[in-house]
């Protein structure tokens, strides 16, 4: 069901408030039922934490600013809880919260399939790009890509140079909506604001940061049914981006190049790994046919619930000590530490979530976690 104007303003704080990643956004919702209800109890699970001070709520003068922006630039931001939340990207752990969307937001719940590669990529990199970005749009595909130069704006210009269709492209920003990066790509920025959308979970007036673009990653690979990778180094962004895709059980696929090449080497390695090689847009389609529980007809939606907060205080007091002693500095995978410790998912989840409101806690690729030294 959509989200109201009435408890928007609760989905912005609490998204906008000190220590509340999406995955720790994502419990409290669940626990306490709503985002007004978690920002009620937030400074108290953050001291069971260890937190030593409170926390910087997102007050509602902040969250009405970002209401008023959206609405000065003709976009509109989603909640999990909107119809027009893709489905899809809903579905990993680390799903964001809110989206900030400009365009049409229709295109969000088609079948999509992202292209990432370089910045610097090659003529015949930029071709193949535009290539697959045409035809896939041919056979009713969304392309996502995350508008940098390189392949990116090459499969975002292939999605959109073939007019008859309306399947179109998805921009995944690594800055707020309103900010174009590269400048130079503002020409690309406003074609897809007209004919595709431009999404991003970064707030407006969000300092541009590296790590904001390994976030960006995820949602393009969230977004997807499957990922194309064509010209990357083998320590790359791109490569991330492939890494994501796998952990979210999406297919990747690589464009293949002259060995003596170093753009060709990521791909390579990864069709070496098990990545299927794409000559042209049938490779594409077989891979994805044959993988079918990403079709999004066939996806529930998650509306699963939580035990109440309290009901688990005294699972959660006995165990703390327990899990606090299994984590460490290194990232384990939250399904291995239920392993490791045998103790119910549900009160773990509490666990995490305290530790990363008290800023004690790191959330990695995966669903990993790890803990801050320091903190």
């Known amino acids: 069901m959509p989200t109201t104007n009435k408890n928007l303003l609760a989905w912005i704080q609490l998204a906008l408030s000190e220590n509340v990643g999406p995955a720790t956004f994502r419990q409290l919702v669940k626990f306490f039922g709503s985002p007004e209800e978690a920002l009620k109890h937030i400074d108290e699970i953050a001291t069971r934490g260890g937190a030593k001070r409170k926390i910087k709520l997102a007050d509602e003068k902040m969250a009405q600013a970002q209401l008023k922006r959206i ?14 939340y ?60 995350g508008m940098a130069k390189g392949i990116d704006r090459a499969s975002h210009e292939g999605a959109l140079s073939d007019t008859e269709t309306s ?22 920025y406003a074609q897809i604001k007209e004919r595709g959308c431009i999404i991003s979970e970064f707030a407006f007036a969000t300092q541009m940061l590296p790590t904001n673009f390994p976030r960006r990653n995820r949602i393009i ?23 994501e895709a796998l952990s979210q059980g999406r297919e990747v ?3 293949p190049g002259f060995p003596l090449e170093p753009r060709s080497r990521g791909p390579n390695a990864l069709i070496k790994d098990g990545a299927k090689l794409v000559e042209t847009v049938d490779d594409v389609l077989d891979t ?42 290194e ?20 666990i995490l979530v305290e530790l990363e409101l008290a800023g004690r806690l790191e959330r990695h690729p995966g669903n990993s976690v790890s803990l801050i030294y320091g903190g």
């Open 71 to 84: 609405e000065q630039i003709g976009g509109q931001i989603l909640t999990y809880k909107d119809d027009s």
């Open 86 to 145: 893709p489905k899809l990207l809903k579905q990993i752990s680390d799903a964001p919260p809110l989206l900030f969307a400009l365009g049409h937001v229709g295109l969000l719940n088609k079948r999509c399939v992202g292209i990432v590669g370089t910045r610097n990529a090659s003529i015949n990199g930029r071709n193949m790009a535009r290539f697959l970005g045409c035809e896939l749009v041919k056979k009713d595909f969304c392309v996502v890509s």
């Open 167 to 188: 399947a179109g492209t998805i921009a995944v920003l690594g800055t707020p909506v309103d900010e174009i990066y590269p400048k130079e790509n503002a020409d690309i």
């Open 221 to 243: 690979s969230g977004l997807s049914e499957g990922l194309i990778v064509i010209e990357a180094q083998v320590h790359s962004g791109s490569l991330i981006t492939a890494r």
């Open 253 to 255: 696929m690589a464009v």
């Open 288 to 329: 994805l046919n044959q993988n079918r529980q990403f079709h999004l007809s066939e996806i529930l939606p998650d509306e699963d619930t939580l035990p109440a907060f309290h009901a688990l205080t005294d699972d959660v007091a006995n165990d703390r000590d327990e899990v606090l002693n299994a984590l460490s500095a």
């Open 331 to 350: 990232p384990i995978e939250i399904g291995a530490l239920v392993r490791a410790t045998g103790i119910d998912l549900s009160v773990i989840n509490i």
